[in-house]
């Protein structure tokens, strides 16, 4: 057995981050910036209003109340002409240009207005810049706003359109064929044939990685079959930039995966024996012909997901250029205690992650441990850390990996 770290150092090590290609802004969200974008204009881009009220000159209010006479109104989206002389005021909204010669806002609360609107009453003193957002605050012209490796997020695309990018150059994500492997598959909801078995893999990856970002392709079932299974290897990479299959890499009779990948990949292959629970065999290789990895995942359900987590994503997420490869690594605490047996191995228990009142992170194992326990993976939203040992008591503090942080439960709470 290897431990977990030797593999993954082996996996990134033979995965490339993609070429970069220029992309339209409107297309580049969740893509990973492969070169600077340096602002050519300021933003905001103008000086203007953080607040409806009146645009003055602070100099005018130091003796509140002030009477001022009101020469102009200004929306958002109006430009400023006229020039605010002392004993003057315009009126303003959020986001319109301050008018020249004002230097400051006071907010429409602390006004009132007479003789029709004509005249508005200030009852505070204002400072000069009190309420004024000013041209180049948030970004400078000039400005590195975001340097290579970033991965583009809502807020980037935000700040992008800001700055009236239009294209950028990005890497793409790698688009991932996923096929399972085993003569015991079908892909029917018919009734079962005896010795048959749904294929769960299959539609488990593809959601996982549709919802990771990557895109997709269905590469469906084949048999326990070494031809069938490297020619569809082979003609799916033209097409994908990675291969992920399930099945056939252990130490059984038919494990064709592993023997295909030796073909395939000659010395670029390493089927191991990885000191993890669930998860332990475990198969990589880059084809000859065309460049492209293939994993070659465990068919046990829990144990497909778990090594994609721990080995094919942190993978594809650096073909695509991102710099944060593995998902949140968190303290949490025990909630019940989580035994386990000694064996030389890190145990991945699935959990169920919570914070109650004090905020405190708190797991629970979600259901059943065994790597064909599907459903108690479904039901877990992290997986705790348990290295080599007798396991954790309640109480104690455990590591966990956070799968789905969308599922946490937040507090207020009631405690379980
Ligand atoms: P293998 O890794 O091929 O030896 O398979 C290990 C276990 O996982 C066996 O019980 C298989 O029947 C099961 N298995 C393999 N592939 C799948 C799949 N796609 N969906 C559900 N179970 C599977
Ligand atoms: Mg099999």
Not at 51 to 58: E, F, L
Not at 233 to 258: F, H, I, Q, W, Y
Not at 369 to 378: I, K, N, P
Request: net charge negative; aromatic share 2%; with cysteine.
């Amino acid at each position: 057995m290897i431990p977990i770290a030797e593999a993954r150092r082996f996996v990134l090590s033979s995965c490339r981050a993609l070429t970069p290609s220029r992309m339209a802004v409107g297309d580049a969200s969740g893509h990973v910036l492969a070169e600077p974008v340096r602002a050519t204009e300021p933003v905001p881009p103008f000086t203007n209003s953080a607040m409806d009220g009146y645009a003055v000159r602070a100099a005018d209010t130091v003796a509140p109340p002030t009477r001022l006479r009101v020469v102009d109104s200004l929306m958002a989206g109006d430009d400023a002409q006229i020039f605010v002389s002392a004993g003057e005021s315009v009126r303003i909204m959020t986001g319109a240009p301050l008018p020249p010669g004002a230097d400051a806002v006071c907010m429409v609360e602390l006004t009132r207005v007479e003789e029709g609107g004509s005249i508005v009453v200030v009852q505070e003193s204002v400072n000069a810049g009190t309420h004024v957002r000013n041209a180049g605050d948030d970004i400078e012209a000039g400005d590195e706003v975001f340097g290579p490796g970033t991965d583009l997020g809502p807020a980037h695309m935000g700040v992008l359109a800001s700055l009236g990018v239009d294209s950028l150059l990005v890497r793409p994500r790698p688009v991932v064929g996923v096929l399972s492997t085993g003569d015991e598959l079908t892909t029917s909801t018919g009734p079962l044939a005896p010795a048959k078995i749904r294929d769960a893999n299959r539609p488990a990856l593809l959601s996982r990685l549709g919802a990771d970002g990557f895109g997709t392709v269905d590469l469906g079932t084949v048999g326990d079959d070494e031809t069938a299974l490297a020619a569809l290897l082979e003609e799916a990479a033209t097409r994908c930039d990675a291969l992920v299959a399930s099945g056939g890499v252990s130490v059984g009779d038919r494990d064709v995966v592993k023997t295909v990948l030796q073909k395939l990949g000659g010395t670029m292959t390493r089927s191991m024996q990885i000191a993890i629970k669930p998860a332990k065999p475990f198969a990589f290789s880059v084809l000859e012909t065309t460049g492209t990895p293939v994993f070659g995942l465990p068919g046990n359900p829990v144990s497909a997901l778990v090594s994609y987590e721990l080995l094919v994503r942190p993978a594809l997420r650096a073909m695509a250029g991102c710099t944060v490869l593995d998902r949140a690594r968190l303290a949490a605490v025990a909630d019940v205690d989580l035994p386990r047996s000694r064996d030389g191995k890190l145990h991945l228990v699935r959990v169920t992650a919570r914070t109650v009142e004090d905020g405190v992170l708190r797991v629970r194992s979600s259901g059943g441990q065994g790597s064909h326990m599907l459903r108690a993976m479904a039901d877990s939203n992290a997986l705790a850390l348990l290295p080599d040992g007798d396991g954790v008591h309640a109480g104690e503090r455990v590591e966990v990996l956070l799968l789905d942080a969308d599922r946490v439960p937040a507090s207020p709470w009631e405690p379980w």
